[in-house]
Structures are given as structure tokens and as C-alpha cells.
């Protein structure tokens, strides 16, 4: 045991003499969990720039682009009465739609001629493009409704009447999980996830491939020959400060007022779950490749694409099969997955049993690959070093 302290202690002042690894394990999830927080903190998108081509200038239009200046999810950037050179403007003014009116437009709703208004959208960012079309539906289907209803009235129909005669039935939607769509909400906790999962990967590649490059392993190949004493040996500075970073990241969830609920066992389990996947798979790739470059590069190309491949934004069934396949062993996959069913349906332990079965799959295999890479290490070390005290 004093053994195991004295290295343990050589293991924390190797760790903290790293200044790149500090930098990214303490600071990477903070400043990224601020850094996102903040950008997605105002939930919705709102005052996306609009341009309306009003070529009929009548009371009716005018009294529908006042409808649009009410509207807070768009910002009616520019008023003309003829079109001008909008394709010359976009790149400047990269407006997310353009409405026109054409001439004759009052006039052919009084006489039931049903005009068209065109909307024509930007779909250079879907996002923008589909909140913009989502807006200008609501303002155009109300006043369609209300010159509608209008119309009957005219024809002598109480106002009742006339509601009955537009609509054959109504519509009533009911928003379940995250029902203002605050976009904080849908988008920091699966950010502040990934960002943990890269972490990790990133802080446990160094732990052996410095060994090698330094020639400390040898060293430690000395004190022991069992890997499994080495792996735990590494592995202990780390169970005791990714708890501490867990706790600081999940402080994000109740400062950006995001209802999700993380303090349970459920979601203690799944975390603990990650956190051990994501050691063993940083720690294969440390003790596989002998290179602190290497490793990290390697584990960068399987953690920077984990969050689109996880469902978590994209819906998995939208993915191709083969890709999707491979996406069900990145830890992350399985953890935004039950993640969700705990944070926002209310799920319990028997809700996340798929995901828990793969998380200790993926564990158990890539522990099991580590412990015996590292013991065939040790072996040949311990053989070299004999053959050169011969």
C-alpha cells in the first residue's frame, strides 16, 4: 500500500506538470459550458430579417405588413414596391425570406379570384429558413382566416356563423417536453455531454503514451507486473476529479434554467457508465499507440463527429444504416439516448436497460483489450530489460 501512495503521488505530480492536459480537463468543460450556455441563452430565434415587395400598396396589404412588424420572430428589414436586385443584396443582408404582393392583390380577394402571395425562402441555414417559414404561416393563415371570416359576415352570417362555416374543426396543439421550444434546453446538455466524453478521451491517452515517450514505464514496469495494478494506479487520480467536473458541469443545468432532471440514480448511473467507458476506450488508445500526438489525433476523429452521429440533434433512423451501426459503440450515443428518457420523459433504471447493457459492453471489451495489450507490454519490457542486463 505505501508503494501504491508513493506512486500515486508521482502520478499527481506528473499530471499536474502538464500544463496542456490542466488546460483541458479543468478548462475545456467551463469555458465550453459558458461559451454555449450563453450563445443558445436567448431559446428561441427571433427578428430574422425579412423583405417585403408590396407591388399592390392597398389597405389589405398594408394591414398584413403590420402584422408582420408584430411578429417577433421576424424583422421586416425592408419595405419597397418593386423587387430590385435581391440576389445582388443577399450575401450582404442574407435576408431569410423575401415576400411579395403582386399588383391587383386587394382587388382579387374582393372578387374570390384567390391571389398568391410568394414567399420565397433563404435555405442557406435551415434553421432560420424554417423558423422564418413557421412565422410567416402563422401571420398569413390568421389574416387569411380573419378576411375570410370577414367575407361572410358581409354576407350576413352572425359572427358565429361565420367561425362555424371557416372551420370544419379545430386544432389544438399540445407542446409535451420542453414546451416553449427553448432551444438552451434541446441543445447545452447534449453539448456539455460530447464535451465531457472528448475530455476524458483526451486526459487518459496521455496517461501511458507519456510513459512510453518519457521512459518512465520502465520505471513502473519495476514496481509491478501485473497490469491491472498499473491501470488503477492511473485510473485513481482521474475517479477523483472527474466527479468534481461532472458536478461543476451539471451546475450549468440550473443556472441556464433548463428543466431537465439529472440529480438521480438513473442519470448516476448512466454518468458513471460514460465516465468508465470513456477511460477505458482513452486508456486503450494510450497503451496501443505509444504517442501522445497520435493517440489524441486518433481519439479526436472518434470524438468530434459522436454528437451528430448520437440522434441527438439528426434522428438516428435518418442515418444509413452501416453508420448508425457504428455510432451505437461511442459511449456518447448511448448516454444523450438515456439521457433523454430520464432528463425529460421521467424514465427510470428499467427505461435505460439498452443503454446500460451497451455501456458495459463496450467497457467490459475495451477493458478487457486494455489489460491485455498492457500485460503483453509489460512482458516484453521486462523480457528487454533482461536481455540487456545479460
Known amino acids: 500500500m505505501k508503494k501504491f501512495l508513493r506512486l500515486l503521488k508521482v502520478e499527481f505530480k506528473r499530471i499536474f506538470s502538464n500544463s496542456v492536459l490542466l488546460a483541458i480537463f479543468f478548462g475545456a468543460p467551463i469555458l465550453y459550458g459558458v461559451l454555449f450556455g450563453y450563445v443558445y441563452q436567448q431559446a428561441k430565434v427571433v427578428d430574422l430579417p425579412i423583405v417585403i415587395i408590396d407591388q399592390d400598396q392597398s389597405p389589405t396589404t398594408d394591414k398584413i405588413i403590420d402584422a408582420f412588424e408584430d411578429n417577433e420572430g421576424l424583422l421586416v428589414k425592408d419595405l419597397r414596391f418593386t423587387p430590385g436586385n435581391i440576389k445582388e443584396e443577399m450575401p450582404f443582408e442574407q435576408y431569410a425570406a423575401v415576400i411579395t404582393f403582386p399588383t391587383g392583390f386587394e382587388a382579387d380577394i374582393l372578387q374570390k379570384k384567390h391571389p398568391e402571395v410568394r414567399v420565397d425562402l433563404n435555405m442557406a441555414n435551415i434553421l432560420n429558413a424554417n423558423t422564418a417559414s413557421n412565422n410567416i404561416q402563422a401571420v398569413l ?40 421550444g427553448n432551444y438552451v434546453t434541446f441543445m447545452l446538455p447534449g453539448l456539455l455531454a460530447g464535451i465531457m466524453q472528448q475530455i476524458i478521451f483526451l486526459a487518459m491517452a496521455l496517461v501511458f503514451a507519456r510513459d512510453f515517450e518519457d521512459g518512465y514505464f520502465k520505471n513502473l514496469v519495476e514496481e509491478s507486473n501485473w497490469s491491472l495494478y498499473h491501470i488503477v494506479l492511473k485510473s485513481t487520480p482521474f475517479f477523483l476529479m472527474i466527479p468534481l467536473m461532472w ?6 443545468i440550473p443556472y441556464f434554467n433548463i428543466d431537465a432532471k439529472i440529480y438521480s440514480l438513473p442519470m448516476l448511473v448512466l454518468t458513471i457508465l460514460l465516465t468508465l467507458s470513456s477511460m477505458s476506450i482513452g486508456m486503450l488508445f494510450s497503451i ?94 521486462r523480457k528487454q530489460q533482461k536481455n540487456v542486463t545479460i
Not at 390568421?142 to 367561425?163: P, S, V
Open 288 to 381: 496501443a499507440i505509444p504517442s501522445q500526438l497520435k493517440a489524441t489525433e486518433l481519439l479526436m476523429v472518434i470524438s468530434t463527429p459522436a454528437f451528430v452521429l448520437s440522434g441527438f440533434t439528426w434522428p438516428t433512423m435518418a442515418i444509413p444504416d452501416a453508420i448508425a451501426n457504428i455510432a451505437q459503440f461511442i459511449p456518447l450515443t448511448q448516454f444523450l439516448s438515456g439521457f433523454r428518457k430520464i432528463a425529460f420523459y421521467g424514465g427510470d433504471l428499467s427505461s435505460i436497460l439498452p443503454e446500460i447493457n451497451m455501456l458495459l459492453l463496450v467497457n467490459f471489451v475495451a477493458f478487457l483489450v486494455m489489460v491485455a495489450l498492457l500485460q503483453f507490454k509489460i512482458f516484453s519490457k
Open 247 to 252: 458536478f461543476l458541469v451539471s451546475l450549468f
Open 141 to 180: 393563415m390568421t389574416l387569411n382566416a380573419g378576411i375570410e371570416i370577414e367575407g361572410l359576415k358581409k354576407q350576413g352570417l352572425h359572427t358565429d356563423q361565420a367561425l362555424q362555416a371557416f372551420e370544419s374543426f379545430k386544432i389544438n396543439f399540445n407542446k409535451l417536453y420542453n414546451s416553449a
